[in-house]
Antibody, heavy 118, light 110 residues
Framework: QLQLQESGPGLVKPSETLSLTCTVS??????????WGWIRQPPGKGLEWIGS???????YYNPSLKSRVTLSVDTSKSQFSLNLTSVTATDTAVYYC??????????WGQGTLVTVSS | QSALTQPPSASGSPGQSVTISCTGT?????????VSWYQQHPGKAPKLMIY???KRPSGVPDRFSGSKSGNTASLTVSGLQAEDEADYYC??????????FGGGTKLTVL
């Protein structure tokens, strides 16, 4: 059974960089059948797609976040990562990693809350 | 790109049917077959319930069904059960590998 687990700091200061890692187990990250991506959900609000990538390094970003987002992958560790620069309080959210097939996410991590505050 | 439009709330009694709408544009919902629906219980990760407009993943009860007409997609939950009470989000492909989500609908089982 495929499992995904987010990890990273739960508190980030304004203007700094938010960095999260997703570890994939129970399946291979090195497949062109799936994308690997990130979605976030501010407290009490809806979902927002952040970006997706293939293990080859091809990346696709939400246009509204594109200038601040970088996704990367480490196939040797079965991990992919999210970097979001110049964060503000509006970036406070639960961040989910997931496996994307075509245009839907069929597996999700449990989510991790990241708070932006000084 | 704007979020897809969903009603903030919907409700029904046990055994009844409820339909939740998701309205977009010809650049997203109306332009592709890639509409999906997710169920989210409080404090939990979303769960895929419908993909490609009307397909159900293995394990999802056939009480859940999806459809699309023009720029509006719909999720119907038949034979409502207490455990169906949750937030529901639609999502659509919007070109160039972009994805849009709806604002979410809170389904209450009365």
């Amino acid at each position: 059974q495929l499992q995904l687990q987010e990890s990273g700091p739960g508190l980030v200061k304004p203007s700094e960089t938010l960095s999260l890692t997703c570890t994939v187990s129970g399946g291979s990250i090195s497949t062109t059948s799936y994308y690997w991506g990130w979605i976030r959900q501010p407290p009490g609000k809806g979902l927002e797609w952040i970006g997706s990538m293939l293990y080859t390094g091809s990346t696709y970003y939400n246009p509204s976040l594109k200038s601040r987002v970088t996704l990367s992958v480490d196939t040797s560790k079965s991990q992919f990562s999210l970097n979001l620069t110049s964060v503000t309080a509006t970036d406070t959210a639960v961040y989910y990693c997931g496996r994307r097939r075509e245009a839907y996410f069929d597996y999700w991590g449990q989510g991790t809350l990241v708070t932006v505050s000084s | 790109q704007s979020a897809l439009t969903q009603p903030p709330s919907a409700s029904g009694s046990p055994g009844q049917s409820v339909t939740i709408s998701c309205t977009g544009t010809s650049s997203d919902v109306g332009g592709y077959k890639y509409v999906s629906w997710y169920q989210q219980h409080p404090g939990k990760a979303p769960k895929l319930m419908i993909y490609e407009v009307n397909k159900r993943p293995s394990g999802v009860p056939d009480r859940f069904s999806g459809s699309k007409s023009g720029n509006t997609a719909s999720l119907t939950v038949s034979g409502l059960q207490a455990e169906d009470e949750a937030d529901y989000y639609c999502s659509s492909y919007s070109g160039i590998n972009n994805l849009l989500f709806g604002g979410g609908t809170k389904l209450t089982v009365l």
